[in-house]
T-cell receptor, first 114, second 115 residues
């Protein structure tokens, strides 16, 4: 399981676009990149997943450069309700016990300011 | 209609006790997981389990054991509770094994406090 590095925290004003970057220099060929969102006192919630280039859904976009050593989660026009912790997870579908050492990391705490 | 449910939501107990947390999913998924989130907010996977394979994080003490009576349930048993076991425990499920590549659905969590 690839180790990921994200900023610990970010602040943004309402209505702005927010980009959160995750570094994963040792990503493997079969690894996917997945982002989760977690609100206080709740379990994480899946946001988006990608393998390469760009993926977009109704809530976010995920940009992945050609070398796949990083990825950027883009949240368009954030609102106060987007205040949460965002986790980047990189791995494949065949994780063995040894890969469970690193999981969701610390995530990025996004604070949206009125 | 809750997809993944856990009981209890809060659990307060004394050191040395044995306790269980129950998890049920109604999504028809074939893989379930247990996670531990400590006070620093690290979310660490403890187990993944489907009807074919139990994968254990080797850092998890053997006082923790998952038990699955059927495909929709994965309970977590903890023996001889210690102070360091205090955390929020999340159950999750996915269709397909491999927690990093398959969308997971998480339960609301169980906050365990060991006194």
């Amino acid at each position: 399981l690839a180790k990921t590095t994200q900023p610990i925290s970010m602040d943004s004003y309402e209505g702005q676009e927010v980009n959160i970057t995750c570094s994963h220099n040792n990503i493997a060929t079969n690894d996917y990149i997945t982002w989760y969102q977690q609100f206080p006192s709740q379990g994480p919630r899946f946001i988006i997943q990608g393998y390469k280039t760009k993926v977009t859904n109704e809530v976010a976009s995920l940009f992945i450069p050609a070398d796949r050593k990083s990825s950027t989660l883009s949240l368009p026009r954030v609102s106060l309700s987007d205040t949460a912790v965002y986790y980047c997870l990189v791995g494949d579908g065949h994780s063995g016990a040894g890969s469970y050492q690193l999981t969701f990391g610390k995530g990025t705490k996004l604070s949206v300011i009125p | 209609d809750t997809a993944v449910s856990q009981t209890p939501k809060y659990l307060v107990t004394q050191m040395g006790n044995d306790k269980s947390i129950k998890c049920e999913q109604n999504l028809g998924h074939d893989t379930m997981y247990w996670y531990k989130q400590d006070s620093k907010k690290f979310l660490k996977i403890m187990f993944s389990y489907n009807n074919k394979e139990l994968i254990i994080n080797e850092t998890v003490p053997n006082r923790f054991s998952p038990k699955s009576p059927d495909k929709a349930h994965l309970n977590l048993h903890i023996n001889s509770l210690e102070l360091g076991d205090s955390a929020v425990y999340f159950c999750a499920s996915s269709q397909g094994a491999g927690f990093a590549a398959n969308e997971q659905f998480f339960g609301p969590g169980t906050r365990l406090t060991v006194l």
